[in-house]
């Protein structure tokens, strides 16, 4: 596997499983027509989101961890981790934690992060819908903020799900809006970032969740007030992007919706986990 070494860690790129990597999603080369790749987002963007507190210490991520605990020796892969904000947490919480990312920018940002502090991850270059680990590999799989970039939420569950030992766990936190504010959600986010693809509401998350395998299905929704400006960032309201989606967010707001005049918008987010079955289905 080739790497690129880093002084206190890794960050590698390679397929580690067993046979031939899995071919890509048929959908993915049609939507990338009219999606930008994620990585396009992150390499503009990848220092922000290093010294963002919301990532850093949101309330999600204390409930994610409360959710895969206890966390002591566990192997963890932390899926989509960004610059390493939740790997970093989980793994001061004794778990032995690779965190995968299709960024490089990203990744050696999450690298800076680690050398400030005293715990280890392996940093490893890979994306959701392919992992690149054997079967049974980790107790838990996480990840936080990212599904609704995935190219194909239903092979990252299988995915999740073949990497996990029997009766391991799996815990996501994303952004989420009610059945009757998705459809707004989904635009406002495309139009701040081109690369988003979905959000889901928390019964579809129920639905692929129970459809990949996965049983013993909990989830914690929370909702977080914010300024129409701290919710559009990193983008700025001065770019192209940022000014479409605030001239959005003015043709939607109304009281009691994602968006308020004159300046607050409704943050949902959902952690949900799941857990592997002990025995195969029948």
Known sequence: MPCVIFSGGMICDGWAGEGKRPAAHPNLVERRHVMSDPQDFFERHHAAYRVSRAHARGADLDTLASAMAPLTGTRVLDVATGTGHTALRLAAQGAAVTGLDPSPAMLREAEALARQGTV???????????????????????????????????????????????????????????????????????????????????????????????????????????????????????????????????????????????????????????????????
Request: aromatic share 8%; net charge neutral.
């Open 120 to 282: 280890a991850v392996t940093w490893m270059i890979g994306t959701a819908e392919h992992l690149p680990f054997a079967a049974a590999a980790f107790e838990r799989v996480t990840c936080r903020r990212a599904a609704h970039h995935f190219t194909d939420i239903a092979q990252f569950l299988q995915e999740a799900r073949r990497v996990l030992v029997p009766g391991g766990w799996i815990g996501i936190s994303d952004m989420t809006a009610p059945a009757d504010a998705i459809g707004h959600l989904n635009t406002l986010e495309r139009l701040r970032d081109p690369s988003h693809r979905q959000a889901l509401t928390r019964e579809q998350w129920q639905t692929s969740l129970h459809s990949a395998g996965f049983c013993e299905i909990s989830a914690e929704p929370s909702t977080e007030p914010m300024s129409w400006q701290q919710w559009l960032s990193p983008v700025s309201p001065q770019e192209a992007a940022g000014q479409q989606a605030l001239a959005y967010l003015r043709q939607i707001a109304r009281p009691g919706a994602l968006a308020e005049l004159p300046d607050r918008f409704i943050k949902h987010r959902l952690v949900i986990w799941a857990q592997k079955p002990q025995a195969p289905l029948p």
